[in-house]
């Protein structure tokens, strides 16, 4: 789902002032945000470092550490709606058994942590949208030609 398409998917299920971004500092993070703040919400922008980025009229920057379970209370009780997209970067690394743990923990870890929160603070939040590890790799240039390479090799029993 196209980004523009989860605003107004957001924008039909009531008035939204406030959002709640967890990993709104990576790739997909970041244009979201400036998506929202286009259309006339607020963000608040869930980081580990937030002194490393600046503020401004609709962008908040907000501690959270889902490994220590460090949540703002406050940002929960006055958003709207929450978007995770927190976890650590897939192609940052190798993808050692380590690595692989990293992978899963930072995802399940960030996806607990607001569950619990929700669970134990009063709020008003209408709807959670959580997501990890999406991927786009182009365009198909020739969807016919990418038909016929898969039939050739995928074996039917």
Sequence with gaps: MRNDHI???LKDL??????????GTGTIGRHLTKLL???????????????VNKDSNHIEHLHWDPDTKR???????????????AGAGIA??????????EL???????????????QQLPNKIKAVISTSAVGWYGADKN?????????NRVRIF
């Design 37 to 51: 703040v286009s259309e006339g919400f607020h963000v608040i922008i869930f980081s580990r470092n937030p002194s």
């Design 14 to 23: 009531g008035t939204m002032e406030t959002v709640i971004l967890a990993g």
């Design 92 to 101: 940052d690394k190798r993808w050692t058994k380590k690595r692989r743990q």
């Design 104 to 118: 899963i923990s930072s995802r399940v870890n960030s996806g607990n942590l607001i569950a619990e929160a929700l």
């Design 7 to 9: 605003i107004y998917k």
């Design 71 to 85: 949540i703002n209370n406050d940002a929960i009780k006055r958003a709207d709606y929450i978007i995770n997209l």
């Design 143 to 151: 969807p016919d030609m990418l038909l016929l390479k898969m039939k």
